[in-house]
Antibody, heavy 126, light 107 residues
């Protein structure tokens, strides 16, 4: 059974940086596109970043473009989110989530989120 | 960005009721729509993708329909485990966006 576990959340000052990690098990990590999403009571669920299976192609929501960087290490079955220039409005529960198995099932027109981590809380406050 | 609007925002129902949630897209998204269930304190769980395809392991009382701009999620006979928040999500084009959620509560 697939399992994703985020870590790295916590309290950060405005303007600061934080790196989130997501460790995957129970799935062939390198077969899956991966994503970061976040959730707040005010803005609901928001997709923020996507990375291709090999890591060479990334996409970002406008709200984080230029400040956040998604990356992955397939050898370590891990996904990362480097967050810089953090703002109060970045306060949220951050989830990592997989797309579909691109090799065995295909991931064209399959940009939904099959497996999710439990989430990690990032609070941006002075 | 494509805006997704769900209705109702809150729905009260009895166990055994048939429940329908609507999701409307601000522009044509073909059939590229997913539905998720989120229980309190938990991550969302994928229920349906491609508007009507049930994810493995999801009970058959859940069904989805629609295409273009209007979609529905139906629970044929509401069970105690089904009281949760339901979200739709479009994946027709970046940025992928979610509806605001529909909370299903016990009447």
């Amino acid at each position: 059974e697939a399992h994703l576990m985020e870590s790295g959340g916590g309290l950060v000052q405005p303007g600061g940086s934080r790196r989130l990690s997501c460790e995957a098990s129970g799935l062939t990590f390198s077969n899956y596109e991966m994503n970061w999403l976040r959730q707040t009571p005010e803005r609901g669920l928001e997709w923020i970043a996507n990375i291709s299976t090999g890591g060479s192609i990334t996409h970002y929501a406008d709200s984080v473009k230029g400040r956040f960087t998604i990356s992955r290490d397939n050898g370590k079955h891990s996904l990362y989110l480097q967050m810089n220039s953090l703002r109060a409005e970045d306060t949220a529960v951050y989830y990592c989530a997989s797309g579909r198995d691109c090799i065995n099932v295909g991931c064209q027109n399959a940009a939904y989120f099959q497996f999710w981590g439990h989430g990690t809380v990032v609070t941006v406050s002075s | 960005d494509i805006q997704m609007t769900q209705s109702p925002s809150i729905l009260s129902a009895f166990v055994g009721d048939r429940v329908t949630i609507t999701c409307r897209a601000s522009q044509n998204i073909n059939e590229w729509l997913a539905w998720y269930q989120q229980r309190p304190g938990k991550a969302p769980k994928l229920l349906i993708y491609k508007a009507s395809t049930l994810e493995n392991g999801v009970p058959s009382r859940f069904s989805g329909s629609g295409s273009g701009t209007e979609f529905t999620l139906t629970i044929s006979s509401l069970q105690p485990d089904d009281f949760a928040i339901y979200y739709c999500q479009q994946y027709n084009s970046y940025s992928w966006t979610f509806g605001q959620g529909t909370k299903v509560t016990i009447k």
